[in-house]
């Protein structure tokens, strides 16, 4: 009885022995092929002196609290830069002819010392949306292309550049297109637009080096891309305004009032050359 004891505890212990052995060789070829746990990536610092290497058009914002006052004008401004993000084409129409309208009205209040010496004129104002829509987009894809080249690593070379080509190309091409349309679609002949563009293309494009030098390089400078053309679009009103007055001066020299004798006396307006 005792000899079948100690075999049945003796048979006990190497069963339990060979489960253990059994049970660490599967553990020890588990660990052998698990894969390697990555690398925890490691947190990075900042470091306020290095710079960024990617090339690009530099822009700041205009820092300290002297600014601060700004800030609740900034919503309007936020809204309009996530339209320009979403639809850039379709906002920029749309801001060309608020612009223009804007100008228009204004060269009209203008002429008209508020409105006291005539009434609005509808067909001016059309006139104005017309030439406005047609050149949005062309001219918002030429400010684009101006903001991608051209970039140095010189930021005063990169303004100078941007605002010589802007002034040399873009400015003289725009204000004759400007003064061609308005003249032609007013009824004038193609004579008559080309002595218009020859009277107010030298004169705008001279006191256009007054105004936009100066709001190209702070554009470039200070003000984010999508805020560019809102920048630009206030601006452009009081600029709508001038080449609108300076269009109906010019309006007004190519006309002459003679005073017509007979029964019917009265005067009549007529066009420089033409006989009466």
């Known amino acids: 009885m005792s000899t079948s004891v100690f075999t049945t505890h003796r048979t006990l212990r190497n069963l339990h022995a060979t489960v253990h052995r059994n049970i660490s060789r599967q553990l020890r070829r588990h660990e052998s092929t698990k894969p390697p746990s990555a690398p925890k990536p490691a947190t990075p610092t900042r470091n306020i002196s290095t710079t960024s290497t990617t090339p690009g058009p530099k822009t700041w914002t205009i820092p300290g609290p002297a600014w601060s006052w700004i800030e609740p004008l900034m919503p309007p401004f936020r809204a309009y830069g996530r339209m320009q993000q979403r ?24 002429f008209s010392s508020g409105f006291k010496e005539g009434s609005y004129e509808p067909a001016r104002g059309l006139r104005a949306l017309l030439i406005g829509g047609l050149s949005s987009i062309p001219s918002y894809k030429w400010f684009m292309f101006l903001g991608t080249h051209f970039n140095y690593s010189s930021h005063l070379a990169s303004l100078a550049v941007k605002i010589l080509i802007n002034q040399t190309f873009f400015t003289p091409i725009f204000n004759t297109y400007f003064f061609g349309m308005q003249s032609l679609l007013s009824g004038s002949t193609l004579q008559e637009a080309k002595e218009r563009v020859i009277e107010t293309v030298p004169v705008s494009w001279r006191n256009s080096w007054k105004v936009w030098p100066a709001v190209t390089a702070f554009s470039f400078t200070f003000v984010p891309p999508q805020y560019r053309n809102v920048f630009a ?44």
């Open 233 to 276: 679009g206030g601006i452009a009103v009081g600029w709508q305004t001038y080449l609108s007055w300076l269009n109906k001066n010019a309006e007004g020299k190519g006309q002459k009032t003679v005073e017509v004798k007979g029964a019917g006396r009265g005067k009549v307006t007529v066009k420089k050359g033409q006989k009466t």
């Open 87 to 110: 639809s850039p084409l379709l906002t920029q129409f749309e801001s060309s002819l608020t612009i223009y309208f804007l100008g228009d009205l204004s060269a009209q209040a203008v």
